[in-house]
């Protein structure tokens, strides 16, 4: 069976965790088939998509920052098909600790 997921060992010992653990991946494959139907792709090429989605930071004598890469044509498209607004492009603005 060809999946995206990826099965190993589970060591829950207790029903409690047992449950969690598999609501949690219930609501993992629910939430990746609602991506893959509303964007008509499979799950791997969306997430290769944004995963070339980054933030540099960059540090300076006036401080630090953290920016993220400007957004492709594509990945503007799989967010607004998932009415997700894009991150800010300006995430952190830091000034040197005072000496």
């Given at each position: 069976m060809?999946?995206?997921?990826?099965?190993?060992?589970v060591?829950?010992?207790?029903?409690?965790?047992?449950?969690?653990?598999?609501?949690?991946?219930?609501?993992?494959?629910?939430?990746?088939?609602?991506?893959?139907t509303?964007?008509?792709?499979?799950?791997?090429?969306?997430?290769?998509?944004?995963?070339?989605?980054?933030?540099g930071?960059?540090?300076?004598?006036?401080?630090s920052?953290?920016?993220?890469?400007?957004?492709?044509?594509?990945?503007?498209?799989?967010?607004?098909?998932?009415?997700?607004?894009?991150?800010?492009?300006?995430?952190?603005?830091?000034?040197?600790?005072?000496?």
């Amino acid at each position: 069976m060809k999946t995206t997921l990826d099965l190993r060992p589970v060591y829950h010992r207790l029903e409690e965790r047992i449950r969690a653990h598999v609501l949690l991946c219930w609501l993992a494959l629910l939430l990746v088939r609602t991506v893959e139907t509303t964007c008509d792709a499979t799950w791997g090429k969306l997430r290769e998509e944004l995963e070339l989605l980054h933030v540099g930071v960059f540090t300076g004598p006036a401080g630090s920052f953290r920016q993220r890469t400007e957004l492709t044509k594509t990945q503007r498209d799989i967010l607004a098909k998932l009415a997700v607004g894009p991150p800010g492009k300006l995430i952190e603005l830091a000034t040197p600790p005072a000496r």
